[in-house]
């Protein structure tokens, strides 16, 4: 990571220019320019206004170009028609990073957003980074930038909020005031038509100031980049989410705000999910859990135990908890025993614990203690409740040493308002959570494990291949081509079961036969019992027209009902295509349960699965999961126990447990299938039946997108980053994965970097020599703090890639790694090989490859900086066709690139 971040200038500026700052004390642009002249900004601050001479008696500049020296950031008010030609002005004065309050844009209507399509392109056409238009501004504390037309600056501290609303902003500003809460960063998007959530989270990845993220979001402009800041964010810095929107009314008026778009709600809660972070439904909630998970105590698990005073607050909590998904913890023999040692023989022998209304601070020592030593036990809140016996200040003072020294997250609840000011306040010196009230404590709780797992989650990378099976690709892309043919979308059944057998989803043998005497026929060739399905492109569900009879059990009652099937048919649809009637097997599973699983896709998002029950009343039960490709066994197992009927595939009474293996195997093969085929537009495979023995889809009905099924065949040269573009997650690039011989005759493992690499990663550069330290990281005593080394090994494979090199014990020998510079079309590139492995050939393989992986993800130039005296590196780089100049910056440093356009030549 160079030493400044690219958006330094922006969020850390030496110098600025209000441009549009004006005298009238009541505007919006003197609120501005006032509020960063009296903020504490260190560096200068100019006004820009052709109108002015001087304001508030500094000198006022007609224009940008007249400032005595060029300034970092031009922080522009003036009126919605005149901001492009700002843009202009600001790039030829040498300024590229800008902050634009100015409203009157995309949220203004058809002419707004005109204004706002040509002050994006402005922007892009003479590379200047900007947050706006139409925000609050931005306030950084630390160095007393207060850039907004806030009433109140915010406390320094080291909380970042980014927000879409500035209203939002200024009210979470100014109520944190109030709380003593600080901030490092407050960033209002505004209509984010340059920097969005993705390059912010970035820089606030690298910020030292910042230790956790609070975002506010309405709608989302570009998927890919709001999920890969996330992930690559969460990995070192806990991030907690509010989104509004999750309900129609809502989702319209953000849409009218932000002018992004909003989505279904339970896409973006499945995609938080993959991304480490915890959502919060209030801005109460957002600043709570904020605080809880900066303290670093993470539970093992969500088994909470109460410890009260009175058994109301317990009840109440206890409610709480199964609302949010709690689990009220089982208390072990030796606790009970220990408890019923310490405590009064009418204690409440279970969990919550009520201590009695009597209780000394002894008594809640004596009770907090076998509560966190039970291995059952993942968490504890403690309630308190006013009374004679015991001071709010003596309870905080027992429970207190040991919540310190316990590695379990101990929360406390401290209901009522004078009674327990002085031990909620002690409790909150100490640094540890303090809440209000017993179902806010349990909120608390839920957010910490929701966080822990959302971690887990984090760290799953699945391939687009996660079946073991390869699929038969050829006779799923022909079989596509053969419905685009003639003019269809929708696949009829047979289609739809043949295209799933393509992936080895399990169907049973279908015929489609045109009339009785060919039904007969195949009845001998397929056997009885028999089930009939109408067969048309014109009807979506075989249902809404009794389209389909089951059990047929012989020739004569064959003939009959196909009679009556064609005949219902005809009457309910009569202006209906019929292609024939479907015939296939009956799959009689006596303990089969009816599941579905489907594929959508969002509008944010791009394709979903979803999962739950199926059969005929699916709209009616309304019981399923949302989950996002790529899936592997965990995310499956995930996402089928995230619905109600997950509870009815164990075993219960005389009936089988289903086979949860053939599920979660089938839920992978979906997810190849939506990888691999972007022109599968939407499915449902409905029902899925599965009982002890296996599943098999019984029916199925996908719909295609002509125009994407030979995409990749005709792409361009380049285009290979868009070949999962209908994904939000980039899947793990197993084809990357492959044996290499090096010259000497010895091999070498080569593949991409996984999250769980973190141990060998830190081995491998702990092995390192100073002087190969020093070489790699222009530092001879660099050592990989959790953060980097988070950041280094969990990475967004399709902007940047780190190749590994494993010899055959499986240890790490060396790294070539690409991550994306601010122009957007050009990466950097650092390699590193172990000493005792410098020599054979394997910084060159690696470069080889890396430059492979970077011309087809479509970068057009790759760059790095070498140091003068690395002569080694400086013969590789000649080898492979780099030119080479000295840097600007450092003459100690040669900086060495590379074109990678498609005609240029490939590295030798």
Known sequence: MPPNHYLEPLFAPASLAVVGAGQRADSLAAAVYRNLRDGGFCGPVHAVNPKYTEIAGAPCYPALAALPQPVDLAVVVTPAPAVAGVLRDAARAGIHHALVLTAGFGEAGAAGRALEAEVAATARAHRIRMIGPNCLGLMRPSIGLNATFARHGAIAGHIALVAQSGAVCAALTDWAHAAGIGFSSVVSMGAGTDLDFGEILDYLLFDEATHSILLYVEGIHDARAFIGGLRAASRSKPIVVQKVGRHRAGSRAAMSHTGALVGNDAVFAAALRRCGVVRAETYMELFSAARLLAAGRLPAG??????????????????????????????????????????????????????????????????????????????VLTLFCPQIVTTAIDAANAILPLAKRSAKPVLTAWLGEAEVREGRAAVEAAGMPAFQSPESGVIGFAALAEYRHAQELLLEAPPPHASPQPPDLDAARALARGVAARGAALLSEPESKALLACFGIPVPPTEVVADAAAAAAAAQRLGYPLALKIVSPDIAHKSDVQGVTLNVRDDVELQREFDLLVARVRSARPQARLDGVALQPMVEKRFGRELMVGV?????????????????????????????????????????????????????????????????????????????????????????????????????RVVIDAAAIDADAVAPAGAARRRYAHLAIHPYPSELERREALPDGGAVLLRPIRPEDAAIELAFVEALSDHSRYMRFFNPTKTLSPRLLARLTQIDYEREMALIALDDGGVMRGVARYSPMSDGVSCEFAVTVADDWQGRGLASLMMRCLIDCARATGYERIVGSVLGTNHNMHRLMARLGFAVRRDDDDPAVLEFSLALAADAPAAA
Do not use: K
């Open 600 to 700: 959508a896709p969002d509008p944010v998002f791009g394709q979903v699965i979803s999962f739950g029950a199926g059969g005929v009343a699916v709209e009616l039960l309304r019981d399923n999961a949302i989950g996002l490709p790529p899936l592997n066994e965990r995310l499956a197992g995930e996402l089928i126990d995230r619905t109600r009927i997950a509870r009815l595939l164990g075993h219960y009474r005389h009936i089988p447990a289903a086979d949860r293996d053939a599920i979660v195997d089938v839920l992978m093969r979906v997810s190849d299938m939506v990888c691999a085929c972007p022109w599968i537009r939407e499915m449902d495979i409905n029902p899925l039946s599965v009982d002890q023995n296996g599943a098999v889809a019984l029916d199925a």
């Open 302 to 379: 969500n088994r909470l135990a109460f410890l009260t005073n009175g058994g109301g607050p317990g009840v109440m909590a206890a409610d709480c908890a199964a609302a949010r998904h709690v689990e009220v913890a089982r208390l072990g023999t030796a606790t009970l025993a220990a408890l019923d040692a310490a405590l009064p023989p009418h204690w409440s022998h279970g969990d919550p614990v009520d201590i009695i209304g009597d209780a000394t601070p002894q008594r809640f020592a004596d009770a907090l203690g076998p509560l966190l030593a039970d291995p059952g036990v993942d968490g």
